[in-house]
C-alpha cells in the first residue's frame, strides 16, 4: 500500500525548509531597529518554529521528525554547495567575488554551531509540543506554542552563541545575545500567534487529522518509523 502525502503537510514542509536556508544566508547581515540589534535571520527563522509547531499539532511528532531532519540535510547541502563555489576562483573581470564570499563563505565554526542549534531547538520544540499536547489532552494549544517556542528557541541560542562566539566576545555579550535573540523570537511567536491559531484550526478541518503521540519514541534518530 502506498503512503500518500498530503498537499497542505507537503507545502509546509517545503515552506519550513525554504525559512531554514534563507536565515542562514541572512545571519550574515546585523540589522538595527531602534535600540534592538539583531541578525537578518531573525526576519524569518521563528517562521520555521511556527511551522514545526503546526506540523506537530496536526500530524505529530514523527511527521515533524521527518521534516527537521529534511530541513537538516538540504541545509548540509547548500553550505557544501555554497563551501564549493567560494572555493573555485573567480572569474578576472567580476567585481563581484568579495562580496559573494562574504555571504558564502561562512566559517566552518559558524556552520557547525548553526546546525547542532537547529537541531537541538527543533527537536526540543517538536517534544515539548507533543508532550504538553498529550497531558492537556489536546487543550490550550496557545500556551503550547508558547512553552514550546520559548524551550526551542532558547536551546537553539544557547547551542548557536557559545559554539560560535567564545573567545571572541566577551561573556557578558554573549549572554545579552542570547537573551535577546531567545526574547525577540519567542515575542515573534506571540505577536503571530491569533494568526496561527486560525491557520492549524483550518487545516486540522480539512485533513481530519488531530494525532496525539501516544505509542510514538521520541528519540530524534529513529527514522524507520515515519
Given at each position: 500500500?502506498?503512503?500518500?502525502?498530503?498537499?497542505?503537510?507537503?507545502?509546509?514542509?517545503?515552506?519550513?525548509?525554504?525559512?531554514?536556508?534563507?536565515?542562514?544566508?541572512?545571519?550574515?547581515?546585523?540589522?538595527?531597529?531602534?535600540?534592538?540589534?539583531?541578525?537578518?535571520?531573525?526576519?524569518?527563522?521563528?517562521?520555521?518554529?511556527?511551522?514545526?509547531?503546526?506540523?506537530?499539532?496536526?500530524?505529530?511528532?514523527?511527521?515533524?521528525?521527518?521534516?527537521?531532519?529534511?530541513?537538516?540535510?538540504?541545509?548540509f547541502l547548500v553550505v557544501g554547495i555554497s563551501q564549493l563555489a567560494v572555493s573555485i576562483p573567480a572569474a578576472p573581470f567580476w567585481?563581484?567575488?568579495?562580496?559573494?564570499?562574504?555571504?558564502?563563505?561562512?566559517?566552518?565554526?559558524?556552520?557547525?554551531?548553526?546546525?547542532?542549534?537547529?537541531?537541538?531547538?527543533?527537536?526540543?520544540?517538536?517534544?515539548?509540543?507533543?508532550?504538553?499536547?498529550?497531558?492537556?489532552?489536546?487543550?490550550?494549544?496557545?500556551?503550547?506554542?508558547?512553552?514550546?517556542?520559548?524551550?526551542?528557541?532558547?536551546?537553539?541560542?544557547?547551542?548557536?552563541?557559545?559554539?560560535?562566539?567564545?573567545?571572541?566576545?566577551?561573556?557578558?555579550?554573549?549572554?545579552?545575545?542570547?537573551?535577546?535573540?531567545?526574547?525577540?523570537?519567542?515575542?515573534?511567536?506571540?505577536?503571530?500567534?491569533?494568526?496561527?491559531?486560525?491557520?492549524?484550526?483550518?487545516?486540522?478541518?480539512?485533513?481530519?487529522?488531530?494525532?496525539?503521540?501516544?505509542?510514538?519514541?521520541?528519540?530524534?534518530?529513529?527514522?524507520?518509523?515515519?
Amino acid at each position: 500500500m502506498k503512503k500518500m502525502v498530503s498537499l497542505p503537510f507537503m507545502l509546509l514542509g517545503i515552506l519550513f525548509v525554504v525559512c531554514l536556508v534563507v536565515s542562514n544566508m541572512m545571519e550574515t547581515k546585523i540589522i538595527q531597529i531602534g535600540p534592538i540589534t539583531a541578525t537578518a535571520g531573525l526576519l524569518v527563522f521563528p517562521v520555521s518554529y511556527i511551522i514545526n509547531d503546526c506540523i506537530s499539532e496536526v500530524w505529530g511528532y514523527k511527521k515533524a521528525r521527518l521534516i527537521i531532519w529534511s530541513g537538516f540535510a538540504v541545509n548540509f547541502l547548500v553550505v557544501g554547495i555554497s563551501q564549493l563555489a567560494v572555493s573555485i576562483p573567480a572569474a578576472p573581470f567580476w567585481e563581484g567575488a568579495e562580496s559573494f564570499n562574504f555571504v558564502f563563505g561562512m566559517a566552518p565554526r559558524i556552520v557547525v554551531a548553526s546546525l547542532c542549534a537547529f537541531l537541538t531547538g527543533s527537536f526540543l520544540n517538536a517534544y515539548v509540543m507533543s508532550r504538553m499536547k498529550m497531558t492537556s489532552g489536546g487543550r490550550h494549544f496557545s500556551l503550547r506554542a508558547i512553552v514550546s517556542t520559548l524551550a526551542g528557541e532558547s536551546a537553539d541560542s544557547l547551542v548557536f552563541f557559545p559554539f560560535a562566539f567564545w573567545g571572541i566576545l566577551r561573556q557578558e555579550e554573549l549572554f545579552l545575545m542570547i537573551v535577546t535573540q531567545a526574547g525577540l523570537k519567542s515575542a515573534y511567536e506571540i505577536i503571530v500567534l491569533p494568526v496561527t491559531v486560525r491557520f492549524v484550526r483550518y487545516i486540522k478541518k480539512i485533513e481530519g487529522s488531530d494525532v496525539y503521540d501516544t505509542d510514538v519514541s521520541f528519540n530524534p534518530f529513529n527514522m524507520k518509523d515515519l
